[in-house]
């Protein structure tokens, strides 16, 4: 494949190279030492969404999540505090957590049983000497934040601005109570195709009509009522919506910031829920919220997640690279915790529309890595009428691998 393994000399002309309003050359979706330094440059510096707080809401529950090379484990501690740790034993360095979730009262290697507590401290090291020092090998902490109930976590030593995100976005999401939800159903799908793909499809909704039939019973293909192409009748419905919104409290204006973040409530076109018939799919309204009627919370922040809170349940998607052609997606659909499967929600029912939409997006991703790779790709151009949120998330990417600066 051309341009593999390139030099960084070469690495900072091809992102000087890059021109705002055209596609990415071919490299940033194939290249192997691009991708390792997208890892370094991206992924080991910017707050990532790792989960919801609602997964580990009991003393010693933990999940993994693995980030390139790294590995972290997100645990709850018996204050109640959640902690993040390097999934890496401090005696040989061998995984402390193998399996992908699981509960605790304290961490164990498999290899020697070095045993941490739940704060990360070294409580039992068999047979090292007496005056050996535990307290200088705890396991490393990683910097985790949560925001109404979204796990973030960041692997930079000092990581960038959190509070500015958290101190926006809060007020949205907090009425919808995730942090007390229950995570009805999780999927996860490896799509053959660059992270970056991923991100880009989901930031348009050019491909929409033709590609999400389900999704489109509810939702509407603009994001703005200004848009030209946004349905007349879709207009005064926005409106009620927005003037019910301010009168009941709910935030719902957009803000998006330049570091790679935005959030908004977006009234549904069509009916109150991403169901086929618009109807809700849990009949337990979400947390604090005084009805269904409250359309979707979108919340994104780069490079790896987008979500939706809506009045019945709410959807969080988490990207994670595995390779320059290999991706992860995992989706969580949140209900109320209280919502009993069978009675209050059928989970076929519940699952339907994303799951279709997810499978949809996985070709679509797919079949544009297929296309990158032939040796026949040429930069292309982006829509900017319709394609301004994709401009958008590779003017983020660009600015945020050269910050980075160049490796060695
Ligand atoms: S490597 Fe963990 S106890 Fe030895
Ligand atoms: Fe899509």
Redesign the pocket.
């Known amino acids: 494949m051309k341009n593999k393994n390139m030099g960084s000399a070469q690495l900072a002309a091809l992102l000087d190279r890059q021109v705002p309003g055209e596609t990415l050359d071919q490299a940033f979706y194939t290249d192997d030492a691009l991708f390792q330094f997208e890892m370094d440059a991206i992924w080991h510096r910017e707050w990532l969404f790792a989960g919801m707080s609602c997964t580990i809401n009991t003393a010693g529950s933990w999940f993994k999540v693995d980030i390139g090379t790294a590995s972290v484990v997100v645990m709850r501690g018996r204050d109640g505090a959640i902690r993040a740790f390097h999934n890496t034993c401090r005696h040989r360095g061998s995984r402390l957590c193998v399996g992908d979730k699981g509960k605790t009262r304290n961490l164990i290697c498999p290899y020697h049983q070095w045993t941490y507590d739940d704060t990360g401290s070294l409580i039992f090291a068999r047979e090292m000497p007496e005056n050996f020092d535990k307290a200088a090998n705890a396991l490393q902490q990683v910097h985790v934040r949560e925001l109404a109930g979204y796990l973030f976590i960041c692997l930079a030593d000092t990581p960038n601005a959190f509070d500015t995100f958290a101190n926006v976005v809060t007020p949205y999401l907090a009425p919808h109570d995730l942090a007390d939800a229950k995570v009805a159903h999780e999927m996860t799908i490896i799509e053959e195709a660059n992270w970056k793909l991923v991100i880009e ?2 930031r348009e909704c050019y ?2 009509r033709s ?2 039939p389900e999704l489109l019973n509810t939702i509407a293909e603009v994001e703005d009522v200004n848009d030209p192409r946004c349905p007349p009748e879709y207009v005064p419905k926005a409106a009620a919506d927005q003037l019910r919104w301010d009168e009941q409290g709910l935030p719902h204006r957009l803000q998006a910031n330049p570091q790679g973040w935005q959030v908004v409530r977006v009234p549904m076109y069509r009916g109150l829920s991403f169901t086929m018939d618009g109807q809700p799919a849990s009949q337990r309204v979400m947390g604090r919220l005084p009805d269904f009627d409250v359309g979707s919370v979108r919340v994104l922040h780069f490079p790896n997640t987008w979500n939706h809170a809506l009045g019945d349940h709410a959807i969080s998607f988490r990207v994670l690279p595995l390779g320059p052609q290999k991706t992860a997606v995992t989706t969580q659909w949140l209900v109320h915790k209280d919502a009993v499967e069978g009675v209050d929600y059928q989970l076929d029912n519940l699952l339907k529309v994303w799951r279709a ?1 997810n499978d ?2 996985k070709t ?1 991703a797919e079949n544009n890595q297929l296309g990158i790779n032939s040796p026949a790709y040429r930069k292309g151009h982006y829509s900017p009428s319709a394609e301004y949120g994709v401009m958008a998330f590779i003017t983020w990417y660009l600015d945020a691998m050269k910050r980075a600066g160049m490796p060695e």
């Open positions: 499809n989901n491909h929409c590609g999400h939409t949809q997006d679509l």
